[in-house]
């Protein structure tokens, strides 16, 4: 059909845009359908402003009738405004289009932001936006060539707007370019029936501000966009508290955190102080996952054993459960006593049994190393137990999985670059992660394998498991390219014995922020959105979340992670401003390889020494290439080379 789009001042003459738009041809058990608009325009003064007071738009027919638009006629609040940004794009240069999608199917969207959420990070889209509602019921009425353009705004569950096309026929092939996209990222269902409010219990172990670092913006925007109520569970003060952030969370519950054995009695406390249904509890932060296991079953809420979590979150009691030679002291005596009395076997990993974020891990090669670093291990970040274990050598991977009723669903591997540690310093502190892998495939079928099987005996059946581990015997190894970028290549020495899963870790949880969003961009899955619906045991979502694009991941990708490196001589102060984004805007050859960004720090914030064993972590970036995993790497070394950071 075609229109045109009329906005009229007060005062002076009117600009106009000719429309058209068409219904896409769909199949009958496809998820969505969609409809492309395409903008020309016809006539504009000289600066012409669509904002301007008093401004007013109205659709055009062929034959000359004029009908005013209100944003209300759009339906979503945010339509009006996509509507007339896209006018205001649409200049000499060609036409403009946009394609309107939604449910094909009658019933609740499974997340408002659908659409934007699964089209993340593709060069011809210059925008994405959602039109649904949380929880919004769609009708599934077919669109047709006589649904009206108000109808098909108001109907929409999102919008694409391609960038900037000089003629109508690239035009044309961008938006069926599009369409096999939508095909190829849109998960299956779109909508549930019978979708409604649910309320879950979060015990919130982070006071990191969402703007400086942390997944709560994640976190807490996913539930939004599911329907999902928080109670939130926190320090007394706690930022979620005040008025700033109340729209993450239904009801806001002081509670004093600890170790001790009444810990899970005043969740289970806090919990009956809430006057309204709640339909599951949940923690990210593994030092809390025992202590919410027991109350939840006092609750009787859904949990996994709290037997799994005592193994998962204890490094030691997790090199054991897997059979190896391990031992646990809680001092430097205890340490030295082992090494005197047992046969070590060297060289070791020395890490705290319940530690996070790789602080104080250390190789140790021999007897005089153990004392070293044995009296550095008493911390009151992660107590006073640490577990000596071979250190095993191989390629070091992260690999997260999605585990509902006892099967897995989705995982992926990413390649961990090596950890200066393994260049002669003492930092185990995480670097670069690559993915998709580049392990043999028979390799990443031993890891898969192994872990699984391990998780399946440890009684774990519902939730997302981050795990860190090696590849003992491994026929690949690291190797630094003329651009100091890592490379996985065939092993020069190889072992008598078939490469083994050495598994390091196992979090219950989804990896960290900058993590799971290297995962959502690359292959579609927001372990947010699925955490949130296992919990809840919400089936058709968790199946729908966790399907990856149909053609696999869309690019490699690196998250590059910045750790604060300076000379013991200054104080540790920051005197850089946001480095990531001054990078972005000074490089724009890089920034456009580059998903995602954030400074942790502020101009004047201090930190400690990076030989103090504390993580320090000061910045990351997401980046990616189409063109090869060489490519990725090769932007990696330079990100890193650019970056302006300085200390005093």
């Given at each position: 059909?075609?229109?045109?789009?009329?906005?009229?001042?007060?005062?002076?003459?009117?600009?106009?845009?000719?429309?058209?738009?068409?219904?896409?041809?769909?199949?009958?058990?496809?998820?969505?359908?969609?409809?492309?608009?395409?903008?020309?325009?016809?006539?504009?003064?000289?600066d012409f402003a669509l904002h301007d007071a008093g401004v007013r738009v109205f659709l055009e027919s062929a034959k000359g009738d004029r009908s005013e638009l209100q944003p209300a006629d759009l339906g979503h609040p945010q339509a009006f405004e996509f509507l007339l940004e896209t006018l205001e794009a649409t200049g000499e240069k060609?036409?403009?289009?946009?394609?309107?999608?939604?449910?094909?199917?009658?019933?609740?969207?499974?997340?408002?932001?659908?659409?934007?959420?699964?089209?993340?990070?593709?060069?011809?889209?210059?925008?994405?936006?959602?039109?649904?509602?949380?929880?919004?019921?769609?009708?599934?009425?077919?669109?047709?060539?006589?649904?009206e353009f108000a109808t098909l705004f108001k109907s929409s569950a999102g919008v694409i707007r391609l960038r900037d096309i000089p003629t109508t026929q690239i035009t044309d092939a961008a938006l069926q370019v599009l369409e096999s996209e939508l095909h190829n990222r849109l998960p299956t269902p779109l909508v549930v029936a019978?979708?409604?409010?649910?309320?879950?219990?979060?015990?919130?172990?982070?006071?990191?501000?969402?703007?400086?670092?942390?997944?709560a913006a994640r976190f807490y925007g996913a539930a939004e966009s599911l329907g999902i109520d928080l109670v939130v569970l926190a320090v007394e003060g706690h930022w979620l508290q005040g008025s700033e952030y109340a729209h993450w969370r239904k009801a806001f519950i002081p509670i004093e955190f600890g170790f001790d054995a009444d810990f899970p009695s005043r969740i289970v406390a806090a919990v009956r102080q809430y006057d309204g249904p709640v339909d599951g509890i949940l923690t990210i932060f593994d030092s809390y996952?025992?202590?919410?296991?027991?109350?939840?079953?006092?609750?009787?809420?859904?949990?996994?054993?709290?037997?799994?979590?005592?193994?998962?979150?204890?490094?030691?009691?997790?090199?054991?459960?897997?059979?190896?030679?391990?031992?646990?002291?809680?001092?430097?005596?205890?340490?030295?006593?082992?090494?005197?009395?047992?046969?070590?076997?060297?060289?070791?990993?020395?890490?705290?049994?319940?530690?996070?974020?790789?602080?104080?891990?250390?190789?140790?090669?021999n007897i005089e190393q153990l004392a070293a670093v044995a009296g550095r291990m008493n911390s009151a970040r992660h107590g006073t137990?640490?577990?000596?274990?071979?250190?095993?050598?191989?390629?070091?991977?992260?690999?997260?999985?999605?585990?509902?009723?006892?099967?897995?669903l989705f995982h992926e591997i990413g390649d961990e670059d090596p950890k200066s540690a393994e260049d002669g310093s003492d930092s185990f502190h995480e670097r670069d992660c690559c993915s998709p892998t580049e392990l043999?495939?028979?390799?990443?079928?031993?890891?898969?394998?192994?872990?699984?099987?391990?998780?399946?005996?440890?009684?774990?059946?519902?939730?997302?498991?981050?795990?860190?581990?090696?590849?003992?015997?491994?026929?690949?190894?690291?190797?630094?390219?003329?651009?100091?970028?890592?490379e996985l290549v065939p092993r020069s020495t190889h072992s008598?014995?078939?490469?083994?899963?050495?598994?390091?870790?196992?979090?219950?949880?989804?990896?960290?922020?900058?993590?799971?969003?290297?995962?959502?961009?690359?292959?579609?899955?927001?372990?947010?959105?699925?955490?949130?619906?296992?919990?809840?045991?919400?089936?058709?979502?968790?199946?729908?979340?966790?399907?990856?694009?149909?053609?696999?991941?869309?690019?490699?990708?690196d998250m590059i992670f910045i750790s604060a490196a300076f000379d013991k001589s200054k104080n540790g102060v920051w005197e850089s401003g946001e480095v990531t984004e001054e990078l972005v805007q000074r490089r724009p050859d890089l920034g456009r390889h580059i998903s995602k960004?954030?400074?942790?720090?502020?101009?004047?914030?201090?930190?400690?020494?990076?030989?103090?064993?504390?993580?320090?972590?000061?910045?990351?970036?997401?980046?990616?290439?189409?063109r090869s995993r060489a490519h990725v790497l090769d932007i990696a070394a330079a990100v890193r080379k650019e970056l302006r950071i300085e200390y005093s």
């Open positions: 059909m075609a229109y045109k789009v009329v906005a009229k001042p007060v005062d002076g003459s009117e600009a106009s845009w000719t429309v058209s738009w068409k219904i896409v041809g769909h199949e009958s058990k496809q998820s969505f359908q969609s409809a492309d608009i395409t903008f020309e325009q016809s006539s504009a003064p000289v060609g036409p403009r289009a946009i394609k309107l999608v939604t449910p094909h199917d009658k019933g609740n969207i499974i997340r408002s932001d659908i659409v934007p959420q699964r089209m993340q990070d593709l060069e011809y889209i210059e925008k994405t936006t959602a039109f649904a509602q949380p929880l919004q019921l769609f009708s599934g009425e077919e669109w047709t060539a006589s649904t019978g979708l409604k409010r649910r309320t879950i219990v979060f015990l919130e172990g982070s006071e990191v501000l969402p703007n400086r670092g942390g997944c996952q025992i202590a919410l296991s027991i109350a939840a079953t006092e609750l009787g809420l859904p949990t996994e054993p709290t037997s799994a979590y005592e193994v998962a979150t204890d490094k030691y009691k997790m090199s054991a459960f897997e059979g190896r030679k391990s031992f646990v002291a809680a001092s430097a005596e205890e340490a030295m006593k082992i090494a005197q009395t047992e046969d070590l076997p060297w060289p070791i990993i020395v890490k705290p049994c319940r530690g996070f974020g790789s602080e104080l891990v250390f190789r140790v090669d137990e640490f577990v000596i274990e071979h250190y095993c050598d191989g390629p070091e991977v992260d690999i997260n999985f999605v585990v509902y009723d006892g099967k897995i043999p495939k028979p390799e990443q079928a031993v890891l898969h394998d192994s872990i699984a099987k391990t998780l399946n005996r440890l009684g774990f059946r519902n939730g997302i498991y981050h795990c860190e581990a090696r590849v003992d015997d491994s026929t690949v190894e690291w190797r630094r390219t003329e651009s100091n970028a890592p008598s014995r078939p490469p083994s899963s050495w598994l390091i870790e196992i979090n219950p949880r989804p990896p960290g922020c900058n993590s799971s969003d290297v995962i959502e961009t690359t292959w579609g899955v927001d372990y947010w959105a699925v955490l949130l619906s296992i919990r809840l045991h919400d089936s058709d979502r968790v199946r729908a979340f966790s399907q990856p694009y149909r053609n696999g991941p869309q690019y490699f990708a960004h954030l400074t942790f720090m502020r101009k004047g914030d201090s930190m400690p020494h990076p030989s103090t064993g504390v993580n320090t972590f000061v910045a990351y970036l997401n980046v990616f290439s189409r």
